[in-house]
């Protein structure tokens, strides 16, 4: 009896962390747009570094219990997104791209790991990914050439009738850092 309680106890702790762990690896993020009062005054004045006298929006974003904020603008026709941590301190900035504008060798590398990873996929989203550099001035010249660091991508695959989604992160080499499920949205069947 004493040994069966405590292999329930190993049991029920191990199927806890194992629920933590996979939770982690989910991706349910809510954004909520907020007045640039709402702001802290270390990001404005970064974005408006970034921006350039562009209309900037603000956002609120909480993703599990990690909350962060993120400025979006457009500049030169693209579509930007600048996230920062509750302290006011530059995450990263992401520039949405289409996937024709990649690198030959690159497109093929993603193409392939997407194909291993279901037969039929359909990119929804991707975003170059720039890491904060020494200065503003240095992450605006990153910009500019197109060296990013990472490459985001949020992709719906259907596999057996069933659609889900994923958010993967790939080096600038198309090998694959990162692998997130996202909750599922309600209109999927619009999909394929």
């Known amino acids: 009896m004493k040994y069966s309680w405590w292999f329930f106890m190993v049991i029920a702790f191990a199927k806890a962390n194992s629920l933590q762990a996979q939770s ?8 909520e747009r907020i007045d640039q009062s709402d702001v802290p005054a270390p990001i404005i004045a970064t974005i408006a570094d970034l921006a350039k006298d562009t209309n900037v929006k603000y956002y609120k ?21 600048a996230e ?10 992401e520039v ?3 996937k024709k504008s990649l690198d030959e060798n690159l497109r093929t590398a993603i193409t392939t790991r ?10 929804e989203k991707m975003q170059e990914q720039y890491l904060p550099q020494s200065s ?3 992450l605006n010249q990153n910009i500019d050439q197109r060296t990013f660091d990472n490459l985001e991508l949020i992709v719906a695959f259907k596999t057996d009738g069933k659609i889900y989604r994923k958010e993967l992160l ?7 850092i990162q692998s997130r499920d996202v909750k599922r949205i309600a209109y999927d069947f619009l999909l394929f």
Do not use: M
Not at 170 to 176: H, P, S
């Open 24 to 31: 982690s690896q989910v991706k349910i993020e809510k954004e």
């Open 61 to 81: 974003e909480t993703d599990d219990d990690r909350v962060s904020f993120e400025g979006k603008f457009k500049k030169e026709g693209n579509r930007y997104s």
């Open 84 to 93: 920062f941590n509750v302290t006011g301190i530059l995450e990263d900035v």
């Open 96 to 98: 949405e791209v289409d």
């Open 114 to 123: 997407l194909d291993s990873i279901a037969s039929r996929w359909r990119i």
């Open 136 to 138: 503003i001035s240095q």
């Open 170 to 176: 790939f080096d600038t080499n198309g090998f694959l």
